[in-house]
């Protein structure tokens, strides 16, 4: 008993620690991120990652599988699972306007901290922490205008959004099972807008700094449906939902004009630009989400399967203003797994070996062109010696955007580690 005390102890000071953590971290370096809420962060862990990123009708004991609560079902009556991961990115950007130039950045950060467990035979639970939206950009523009000149723009942007949730599913019957993830949203953005004048010498800079905080609660519902065709293969389907939804913002906001050295010291002036809101509520519109998914297993060998996401986002606003940048997205996510031998004494005929891809229409249309991102997968998941918990690694290297009508073409590569805790926390041992 006072073991598990200590286990959850240990528990709550983990989600404590990760929680400040993803509230410090700056998650990505995109222009893509300057719209809407950012670049939103499709979760997978890294067993799921590695196969194109399924989820909607997959489902395993000693994994975590957010995107369809649906699944917790599979969790063992005594068991404890604890899943947590890192992502490192290494991206390179390359535009050919007004001439060809490429920039690398690469970033790492917490990437998901869940628990699984059971509540009793027809009812299991799990809670954790995800990213949800992530903001990092800094973008200058240049044109040239009547009566000023030359005038330089400046774009700058980060924060992001996270979501706790509570996860709940239940056996409906033998086959079909049913979830729901209440999750709550929050997290800050901060956009920075800078205009200079270097050719009016009677022109002030200009500077608008928006500072905004988000908080609402969102619904994920789901189901999963499973039939057993003969002794080895099982086949399987997977629904997920998420409600629409309007989210509560406080926004500070101020402008001024400004005079700057060469070394980047700001002097403000007392001009009528000059302007300061504070605590200024707002209201965001999330659209719905839907996902479903389809999947053919032959029980401890191999698994394969196919999911399908849509989300409107050209119906997103922001108090009450649509943004003309924002279109509906499309995720395809094709995949699967081998394990060789589960219970081959031979280590290497233990490790799941894992591949896919995916291909997304990402919910961008910039300058008339929509945003396309492709990207294939790979991984491995690594058995621990005398125990159900393992090592998963996922790779991903694919591209986002084109270089055509004046935009940005990213090309990344995505590796996760993960770690996936099994644990007897429900059972008594006889001897300790």
């Known amino acids: 008993m006072l073991k598990t005390k200590r286990k959850l102890l240990l528990t ?24 809407g809420l950012g670049e939103l962060q499709q979760y997978s862990n890294s067993r799921y990652t590695a196969m194109g990123g399924l989820g909607y009708a997959e489902r395993n004991s000693t994994s975590v599988n957010v995107l369809n609560p649906a699944s917790y079902m599979s969790f063992d009556s005594l068991s404890f699972v604890f899943e947590g991961g890192l992502t490192s990115n290494f991206v390179t950007s390359e535009t050919s306007f007004p001439v060809s130039l490429s920039q690398k950045s690469n970033y790492t950060s917490l990437a998901y901290m869940c ?39 400046t774009f700058e942007g980060d924060g992001g959004i996270n979501q706790f949730f509570i996860g709940q599913a239940f056996r409906i019957n033998k086959n079909l099972s049913l979830g729901i993830n209440i999750s709550y949203l929050f997290g ?27 908080g609402a609660f969102n619904f994920n519902f789901g189901l999963q449906y499973f039939k057993g065709m003969g002794k080895d293969y099982t086949l399987g389907a997977g629904l997920t939902f998420s409600n629409a939804m309007n989210a509560s913002t406080t926004s500070d906001q101020y402008a001024y004009s400004f005079s700057e050295t060469y070394t980047g010291t700001e002097y403000v002036h007392d001009t009528v630009t000059n302007s300061t809101q504070t605590d200024v509520s707002g209201t965001i519109h999330i659209p719905l989400n839907l996902g479903i998914g389809l999947s053919v297993e032959k029980n401890n060998k191999w698994l394969l399967g196919a999911d399908l996401n849509l989300q409107n986002w050209a119906n997103f606003t ?105 644990d007897f926390w429900f059972f008594k041992r006889k001897y300790d």
């Not at 270097?198 to 200009?206: E, K, M, Q, V």
Request: net charge positive; charged share 15%; no cysteine.
């Open 12 to 35: 709550l000071v983990v989600v404590g620690i990760s929680i400040l953590s993803l509230n410090a971290q700056n998650r990505i370096h995109s222009p893509y991120s300057r719209y």
């Open 115 to 153: 628990f699984g467990f059971p509540i009793n035979r027809w009812w299991k639970g799990s809670f954790g922490l995800l990213p949800y939206s992530s903001v990092g950009y800094n973008i200058t523009e240049y044109q040239n205008l009547a009566h000023f000149g030359n005038v330089k723009s």
């Open 188 to 214: 800050g953005i901060d956009r920075t807008q800078k205009v200079y004048f270097p050719d009016s010498a009677f022109t002030y800079n200009t500077k608008d700094f928006r500072s905004t905080n988000y």
């Open 318 to 422: 922001n108090n009450g203003v649509s943004e003309p940048e924002l279109s509906n997205s499309m995720r395809i996510s094709v995949g699967g797994e081998i394990k060789p031998d589960n219970y081959s004494s031979k280590y290497f005929k233990r490790i799941s070996y894992r591949a896919g891809f995916h291909y997304t229409n990402v919910n961008l249309k910039i300058n008339g062109t929509q945003i396309n991102e492709f990207a294939v997968s790979f991984g491995l998941g690594l058995p621990l010696r005398k125990s159900k918990s393992t090592i998963n690694l996922g790779v991903e290297y694919g591209n986002r955007g084109t270089t055509d009508n004046s935009l940005i073409k990213e090309n990344f590569t995505k590796i996760t580690i993960g770690f996936s805790a099994y």
